[in-house]
């Protein structure tokens, strides 16, 4: 029984330091309190989205092809070696006779090479990857801009959302007020039952549109939580500002001012621009292949055979004797043979270890080398072409991304103004159905009008709020916009 408690003992302390962790993970990033505000949610999910995470790993990567292009600049250096066993006939590598018995041989060097001249294809190189780490840079930027937005878009839905909870809720609270007061004028006899029933449809109906709202809310928040990259909780709450009213802080600044300022600050702009500049030093990338190479090279290398022998002496050995035979003078015979050693020089040598053979054989050699291109299949102008095609589409991503940027912040600025105009509409709309809704209560209440005709006002009146509080937030999502295009800040 003891050990079964120990056991759940620890179950229950593993589940609070898991809850722990979760929770830390969850809040990592909000306040001190555990609710985010928008600056909070934007700093995290800039440091935390996947999407910007993906970007600065391939700023990485370019950097990386930057450092390369730079150091292709400095001399190219490798070494080669090999040891073999032969067997049967074979070139000896080092006396290069042809040899017929059991061998081993080794040959061993070492190369360097640098490059002089390559029609500037390096130096250019060098200027696109830089270019190129640029523009990654940039849309590294731009990423985080993009999440930014984001990040506004759901936080701004989860406000409206919990606004739209607030008056589905008011309105149920007001109906269910009616309902009570009517049920009891229907017990007492001064109604008729088709007044309770409608007023319980009515609630049903205030019910569904509140629910609606909060799956509205639980939407949009599942929708931040995704963009922070952290786990979803119920426990996840954003901060919830003040925001001004639309004819509180009107639109005051024209689009093509905001584009003009969006056009030169603007990161997606920029590596657009940037991408352009690289396509155009990548064409004279492509064209430095027309001129010839020039490159100074350098090496040295040796080799070892096991059947070579180190000379120490020679020496002279009388191996048998040949005879001569010779003409006599005038008085003695007329031929003689005479006996002559055959004396046969032989080598005295001893065994050639593989380290002094390498000494003893070292070549060196230095020189230049050219190389002219003449016909490589075309290969050189078709790399051009390609370069001048991919710098037009560069061209092309540019003017788009600008034209793309020019159509954002004009709709952007038109939804503004009408936003700004829909809400002093639905705010006079509110008024009015507020104060004819007022008045239908004190009716109802009076038996002057029945609930269907004060289910008529009551909904014009929530349709009215509904239209105020979507214009309101409306307005306030395009002001960031175009606030987020001139640089300032998205905090309210």
Known sequence: MKKMSNKVLLLALGLTVGGFGSAMAQQQGAGGDGIWSLQE??????????????SSLNRDLTRADLNQSKAARLPSINANGNYSFNTGSFQDPVSFNLQTQNARTSNVSINASLPLFAGFQQVNQIKQNELSLEASEQEFLSAQNDVT????????????????????????????????RTQALFK????????????????????????????????????????????????????????????????????????????????????ADLRLRSAETGLSVAKGAYYPRLSLFAGAGSRYASTSRRLIDVEQVVVGRFPQVVYSSKDGPATQTLWFDNVETRRIDEYYGMFRQWDDNLNTQVGLSLQVPILNGFQVRTNVQRAKLQQQN??????????????????????????????????????????????????????????VDFNVVANTYRSAQSSLIQAKYDYTFKLKVLDFYQGKDLSF
């Not at 949610?41 to 993906?54: D, G, M, S």
């Not at 004009?410 to 509409?425: I, T």
């Open 149 to 180: 937005i984001q990040i506004v878009t759901a936080y701004l839905n989860i406000l409206f959302a919990n606004e739209q909870m607030a008056v589905s809720e008011s309105q149920r609270n007001l109906t269910n007020e009616q309902l009570r």
């Open 188 to 271: 007492a006899g001064s109604v008729a039952e088709n007044a309770v029933l409608d007023l319980e449809s009515q609630l049903a109906t205030d019910d569904l549109n509140y629910i609606t709202a909060q799956n509205q809310r639980d939407i949009s928040r599942l929708t931040l939580m995704q963009l922070l990259n952290i786990p979803t909780t119920e426990e996840f709450q954003v901060e919830i500002p003040n925001i001004p009213d639309p004819e509180e802080n009107p639109v005051i600044v024209d689009g093509s001012q905001v584009y003009d300022v969006a056009l030169q600050t603007l990161p997606a702009i920029k590596a």
């Open 394 to 451: 560069a061209q092309l991503n540019a003017d788009i991304a600008k034209n793309n940027l020019r159509q954002t912040i004009e709709q952007a600025y038109v939804d503004a103004v009408a936003a700004q105009r829909r809400y002093a509409s639905a705010r006079q709309q509110v008024n009015a159905s507020e104060k004819n809704f007022r008045n239908a209560e004190l009716r109802l209440q009076g038996g002057v009008i029945n609930t």
């Open 41 to 54: 949610a934007v700093e995290y999910a800039k440091a935390n989205n996947l999407n910007v995470r993906q």
